[in-house]
T-cell receptor, first 118, second 109 residues
Framework: KAGVTQTPRYLIKTRGQQVTLSCSPI?????VSWYQQTPGQGLQFLFEYFSETQRNKGNFPGRFSGRQFSNSRSEMNVSTLELGDSALYLCASSLAPTGRVPSNYGYTFGSGTRLTVV | EDQVTQSPEALRLQEGESSSLNCSYT??????LFWYRQDPGKGPEFLFT???AGEEKEKERLKATLTKKESFLHITAPKPEDSATYLCAVQAPGNQFYFGTGTSLTVIP
């Protein structure tokens, strides 16, 4: 069974540019969450989508946006990139939306996209 | 302010030397506490979810426990392959997740 697939694995962008990251969840999973991971802040929740609707949103500026398609694939977009946006961006999928995941299941993470802003 | 703190930041153990990792939280109305393992270059791998104080979960050499203010991940007789960063996350009433910065565990043969 294929896991969560994130593309690309690595990306280098210039300040001021925009970037789009992609996440394909495990087949049958309808919930996709996005996280930013940095050495200093750890993992920080960006947003969650379920059935093409944004259900939850973390404390990030409006430059960070996302969407989910009817096949549950999700994209995350960051506009007007800043140096501080350099991070590992992780996507996680689950069968059910947040709050309804069985206790023995949890969320499955992809390996992430390493974004470097120069 | 909702917060999750993990300690220690780093831990070095000899193979077979048991120890515990701590995750303390200040989130009110906890909806769930999650433990993950993360290897270098990979995303976190789910280990356990705990929902209420007094709950315990076990998996091989790992055992997670939960109180009203903290969770412990006990590692019994660790092996080198247990070396990884262990992350704790709490789910708040608004369904937001807050992660700790992790404990980097190294098990020396």
């Amino acid at each position: 069974k294929a896991g969560v697939t994130q593309t690309p694995r690595y990306l280098i962008k210039t300040r001021g540019q925009q970037v789009t990251l992609s996440c394909s969840p495990i087949s049958g999973h309808r919930s996709v969450s996005w996280y930013q991971q940095t050495p200093g802040q750890g993992l920080q929740f960006l947003f969650e989508y379920f059935s093409e609707t944004q259900r939850n949103k973390g404390n990030f500026p409006g430059r960070f946006s996302g969407r989910q398609f009817s096949n549950s694939r999700s994209e995350m977009n960051v506009s007007t990139l800043e140096l501080g946006d350099s991070a590992l961006y992780l996507c996680a999928s689950s069968l059910a939306p947040t709050g309804r995941v069985p206790s023995n299941y949890g969320y499955t993470f992809g390996s992430g996209t390493r974004l470097t802003v120069v | 302010e909702d917060q999750v703190t993990q300690s220690p930041e780093a831990l070095r153990l000899q193979e077979g030397e048991s120890s515990s990792l701590n995750c303390s939280y200040t989130v009110s109305g906890l909806r769930g506490l999650f433990w993950y393992r993360q290897d270098p270059g990979k995303g976190p791998e789910f280990l356990f979810t705990l929902y209420s104080a007094g709950e315990e979960k076990e998996k091989e050499r790992l055992k997670a426990t939960l109180t009203k203010k903290e969770s412990f991940l006990h590692i019994t007789a660790p092996k080198p392959e247990d070396s990884a960063t262990y992350l704790c996350a709490v789910q708040a009433p608004g369904n937001q997740f807050y992660f700790g910065t992790g404990t980097s565990l190294t098990v020396i043969p």
